[in-house]
């Protein structure tokens, strides 16, 4: 009896386990976990079966809609990949046997089998023909004709990895891709062509569209939109976009992750999880997920599943509402602020109507924001995403690119008034007259001009741009079109009215600006584009730069504001910075709007009805005041030789004028002169350009400063310290040299140009184009020699060019002429010897490399010493003469011995003080002579012991060197610098010279030296051999001493040591 009951307990408890689990009577009304993963299905609600299609387990599983329990299994003979249904049949494709085989839905039995020439991977059925496509790659579609059991290909259709829908009361095939450049192709079964196509992104496709096409019977589900059932370039809108639509029913679309109201376009909620496959009916929607294998049935028996049950019928997670208003918080009397669930993208400001509209993309809505209150008041929601707003003549024409439409509000309504069809997506907009520009979104764009009064567009004729951006100039009619996210990125300035293009810039000699950020704004008087404002006529011409790694996002009432910072619209100077990053500004005369898309926050900031200017606007937003450049500063005494000014700026390049007195140095990123008096080190002026300087010379009582980003060379006059005059340059300057009425520049980056500016015809030139990598330039002024040595190339050469004769002289030839590995920017010229890549060359030879600085970079080279960063070396030993425990970046000396040197460690100028009045001095280990504070260069002095020096040019004294005098005299300064007299001298060859009393070298002449006879030649050299003189003939030993009262060579010598005759 308890064996029986046993039995009869594990039989119920094997029911039990077998039968539908039921879970949440009133949501989830039944759920069943499948073996097997379930490729497609369909819902056949006379049957009440759910059609199942496994491919990895070969079968067709039949489920009871009701209970949710499978009530049989049909093992298949390949593998399934496809399901429909049509009249009590179902056609399954199995395309790795390539059949299609037909299932009785009554008898659930196979009742044909239909064998195909190629693999049917998708399928669909339009009365007696059913159309199929294979799975991989590019293939054909196939037309299945039921009533013959044949098979043909569909003319001159192909497509990429397809899937396929069917309309048959339209009879039109449905074929949409799966690629990087996707595209739908609408087919007519009954006239057997193609109808049209999808031209979303110009016609280059969606990318990488899901391999999923639905029709619901009004419209056409693909790529995350829904298409008009006749004409495959209008869609409706989208649903998400990034997702695939998987069903469609009610008026509600299903896509993979969430559920969508299908006329609004208004995403309802998640799943909560990654949905595979959803059939419904009207009250009962059934969700299956790979990820668990199971199957959810969810049950209202009372009410229709529609827009405002379905979320909580799955016990989903309901979207964010988009709010319709919203209340301001007042901060103070000054600030407001209004925190924004959606993200802003775009925002007009309209002071007629005293209303900020701004555009959501992600949750595709405009908004209506009381400028005055801050409150929302209104919001507007569109069937795909805005990406651009602008406001013309009481109306909002609003950008919705993904659709191919623009969308015209009224201003007063608050409504639209109009849909405008493109005929490619308007990502960026701007309208002149009765015509809208548009720009399409993606890497190559196009431009379109749209007639508002035809309804028609057409492509301007331009060549394919980098992400552009859009501003207009209404009342020049001129388009500005501004390239990004490119390395090479140009702006174009096209005529409106003529139809045609006015210029383009010519940055980096053509080769465009590096520019991430998709802004060109027009203010009425300039134009601003990567951080920089452009001539409004003019695009090679602009004024400077604002951080220029900044972008410009808004300019108004004389003030610019980028996303960082706002500068002063005229002076191209830094007030301040917000505190915080901004995406968003707008303002009117008194008040100021930013948005920060971080925070979700806008702020109001009014100023009590007076002007928003330079002067207030960054205490009126409590920002952070930029440090403001010193005109005039004191030095520190440090001891009483040396002293230090402690710079705000970091100082870029510097010269030394003895005349003024003066050292002159620039900060690039400051973008500033500084003139520091070099007897006190005192700052005592400053001087700010529109952008950054990178290079300075002086000459002729000018300095010359190079500000390659604004393609000018700024002339200052030395003595009134203020800029005299501007030059344009081709291309950018970013290092230059002089030689008398020319200036050569170079450019900036990789492989430059070289350029000579005339300074009497104010023209310049290309040299060399591409030429020279990174290159340095340096001037020879005597020989007219340019030095232009490459950098940060593992091959970098230095070549001498002729400035007389325009000409390459010489190259280097180090290492069989492969060049130098990486040297820094930097080629120095001090007079003598040219200094390059840690070694000093022949100023007239770039072959001849006299020696090497441990291969170290000079710096400055002077006085008869070369500077690195940390080390003086002798400039003709190439020996180390002090190591000075510091980075100098910068270093200058005077005539005095006064050395100024510049640490960017510390940010400050130190100058070590000489005083030298009359006589000698002693500086790096070197002899120098001052005479009435002059150092004396080229000439002879004597000491206290009335020995004789000779200081060389650089005012060093010379030593261990034969010296020639005027009169043509030579004379040997020895180890100690002395002049030696009165003795011999062996040269490195191993000749004997005399030196007399005076300490010339003796020549043409007998010398009686410890009694015994010498001869000096015409060149100086002692004689030996044989010698004729005054008309008889001596001899001479070896050793330089003259024979007597001897026979040599068999001739007899007397005692005057002459041969006899």
Known sequence: MKRKLSVILLALFIVIQLLPLQVNASTVSKELKVSSELTQWVLDEPTNTLYAISETGKNLIFINATTMSIEKTLTLNGRPTDIIKDNGKLYIALDNINQIVIVDMASRTITETMNTPSSPYRIAKDGDKIYYTERNGSSYIYEYDLTINTTQTIPSVSSSYADLEINTKDHILYIGETSSGSNMIYYSTTNNKVLGKTNYDGGYGFPYAARCIIFDGSNVYYAGRDFKPDDPTKFNGDFGNTESVIYANNGLVYTNKSIYNKDSHTKLGDYGLNADLVQASDSTLYIYSKGNGIIKRFNDPNNTIYSTNVISLISGKPADPIPNTKQSTQINSSISTLQMKSKLIEWVLNETSNTLYGISKEDKALFFINAQTLNL???????????????????????????????????????????????????????????????????????????????????????????????????????????????????????????????????????????????????????????????????????????????????????????????????????????????????SDTTLYTYNKDSGIIKRFNNNYNMINSSNVISLISGKPADIIPTTKK???????????????????????????????????????????????????????????????????????????????????????????????????????????????????????????????????????????????????????????????????????????????????????????????????????????????????????????????????????????????????????????????????????????????????????????????????????????????????????????????????????WRQDSSKRWFYLDSDGAMITNVWKKDLSKRWFYLGSDGAMASNTWKLYNGKWYYLKANGEMATGWIFNDGAWYYLYPSGEMALNTTIDGYRLNGNGAWIR
């Open 377 to 587: 008041e209104k919001s507007l929601t569109f069937t795909s995403s805005p990406t651009d707003i602008i406001e013309d003549d009481g109306n909002l024409y609003i950008a919705l690119d993904d659709t191919n439409e623009i969308v015209v509000v009224d201003i007063e309504s608050r409504s639209i008034t109009k849909r405008l069809y493109t005929s490619s997506d308007p990502y960026r907009i701007e309208k002149d007259g009765e015509k809208i520009y548009y720009a399409e979104r993606d890497y190559s764009c196009s431009v379109y001009e749209y007639n508002l009064v035809t309804n028609t567009d057409k492509v301007i004729p331009l060549n394919f741009l980098a992400d552009p951006d859009l501003a207009i100039n209404k009342k020049d009619h001129i388009l500005y079109i501004g390239e990004s996210n490119s390395t090479g990125s140009n702006m174009i300035y096209y005529s409106t009215t003529d139809n045609k293009i006015i210029g383009k810039t010519n940055y980096d000699g053509g080769y465009g600006f590096s520019n991430q950020y998709r802004y060109t704004i027009f203010d009425g008087s300039n134009v601003y584009y990567v951080g920089r404002d452009f001539k409004l006529d003019d695009p090679t011409r602009f004024n400077g730069d604002f951080g220029n790694t900044e972008n410009v996002i808004y300019v108004n009432k004389g003030l610019v504001y980028t996303n960082k910072s706002i500068y002063n619209k005229d002076t191209h100077v830094k007030l301040g910075d917000y505190g915080l990053n901004v995406d968003l500004v707008q303002a």
């Open 635 to 961: 030095s520190t005494q440090i001891n009483s030789g040396k002293s230090v000014l402690q710079m705000k700026s970091k100082l870029t390049q510097w010269v030394l004028n003895e005349q003024t007195n003066t050292l002159y140095g620039i900060s690039r990123d400051d973008k500033a002169l500084f003139f520091i008096n070099a007897q006190t080190l005192n700052l005592e002026k400053s001087l700010t350009f529109t952008c950054g300087p990178t290079d300075i010379i002086e000459d002729g009582g000018n300095l010359y400063i190079a500000l390659d980003d604004a393609n000018q060379i700024a002339i200052v006059d030395m003595t009134k310290r203020e800029i005299s005059k501007i030059l344009h340059t081709s291309s950018d300057p970013f290092r230059i040299v002089k030689d008398g009425d020319y200036i050569y520049y170079t450019e900036r980056d990789q492989w430059c140009d070289i350029y000579a500016y005339n300074l009497i015809t104010n023209i310049d030139q290309v040299m060399f184009q591409n030429d020279f990598f990174e290159p340095d330039l340096a001037i020879n002024t005597k020989d007219h020699i340019l030095y232009i040595g490459e950098s940060d190339l593992s091959v970098s050469n230095m070549t001498y060019v002729s400035t007389s004769g325009n000409g390459v002289i010489l190259k280097t030839n180090y290492t069989r002429m492969f060049g130098f590995p990486y040297p820094e920017r930097s080629t120095i010229f001090d007079g003598e010897t040219v200094y390059y890549a840690g070694s000093g060359f022949n100023r007239l030879d770039p072959t001849r490399v006299l020696g090497s600085y441990d291969k170290k970079n000079i710096v400055f080279a002077r006085y008869g010493s070369a500077y690195t960063k940390t080390n003086i070396y002798d400039s003709k030993s190439y020996s180390v003469i002090e190591n000075t425990g510091s980075n100098r970046n910068l270093i200058e000396i005077s005539d005095n011995l006064s050395m100024f040197y510049y640490s960017e460690a510390d940010n400050s100028i130190y100058a070590n003080w000489t005083f030298p009045t009359n006589g000698w001095s002693y500086f790096q280990r070197k002899w120098y002579f001052f005479n009435n504070k002059t150092m004396v260069v080229n000439d002879w002095r004597q000491d206290s012991s009335m020995r004789w020096f000779y200081l060389g040019t650089d005012g060093a004294m010379v030593a261990n060197v």
